[in-house]
C-alpha cells in the first residue's frame, strides 16, 4: 500500500495501476501486478502576463522528468518582470534564472529534497543589484496531497547602485 501511494508522487508517472490478482496461495509471497504510464520526459511551458503594478511579465521553463535516472527531475527556469506599462512610477524589474533539481527519494520514500541555485538581476526604488545564491528545500510527503517542508536559502547581494526608496512598504 505505501508503494501504491508513492508511484504517482514521481514526476516521471502519469498513472499507476497496483493489482494483486485474486486466487493466490496463502504463503509468505504475493504477486502483485503494476501497470504504469509515464509522462512525456521532457516538458516546456511559458507564461506572460501583465499586472499594473509591475507592468508586463513572462516566464519560460524547462523539465527533465528522468534526469540521469531515478526519476530526478531537473527544471531550468527564467522569469522577468520588466516594468513596461506599469502605473507605478519605480516599478520593480527583474530578471531571475533558477535551476532545481529534485532527488525523489532521500532515506525514505516519503522524503524527498530539492537544491535550487538561482541569478538574479533587480531594478527598483531600492536599489539595482545582482544577486546569486540556493535554496535547499526537505519535502516530508504526509499524504497524496499534504507535504510538510523546511527550506534553508543562502544569497549574497552586490549592490551596484542604491537609490533611497520608500521602504515603509
Known amino acids: 500500500s505505501r508503494g501504491r501511494r508513492a508511484l504517482p508522487a514521481l514526476d516521471i ?4 495501476r497496483v493489482e494483486i490478482p485474486r486466487g493466490q496461495q496463502p504463503d509468505s509471497s504475493v504477486t502483485v501486478r503494476v501497470a504504469v504510464s509515464e509522462q512525456p520526459l521532457h516538458i516546456v511551458t511559458g507564461e506572460v502576463g501583465y499586472a499594473s503594478e509591475d507592468g508586463a511579465t513572462a516566464q519560460a521553463a524547462w523539465s527533465h522528468r528522468n534526469f540521469t535516472g531515478g526519476a530526478r527531475t531537473l527544471t531550468t527556469s527564467i ?8 502605473i507605478d512610477q519605480n516599478p520593480e524589474r527583474f530578471v531571475r534564472g533558477v535551476a532545481s533539481l529534485k532527488e525523489p527519494y532521500l532515506f525514505l520514500p516519503e522524503l524527498s529534497v530539492l537544491a535550487s541555485p ?3 538581476y533587480r531594478d527598483d526604488f531600492r536599489d539595482r543589484s545582482w544577486a546569486a545564491g540556493s535554496d535547499g528545500t526537505l519535502l516530508y510527503r504526509l499524504g497524496p496531497v499534504l507535504v510538510l517542508s523546511a527550506k534553508y ?3 549574497e547581494r552586490h549592490v551596484l547602485q542604491y537609490r533611497n526608496g520608500d521602504f515603509s512598504s
Open 153 to 155: 536559502s543562502y544569497s
Open 13 to 16: 508517472v502519469r498513472q499507476a
Open 118 to 120: 538561482f541569478v538574479e
Open 79 to 86: 522569469g522577468a518582470q520588466s516594468g513596461w506599462l506599469a
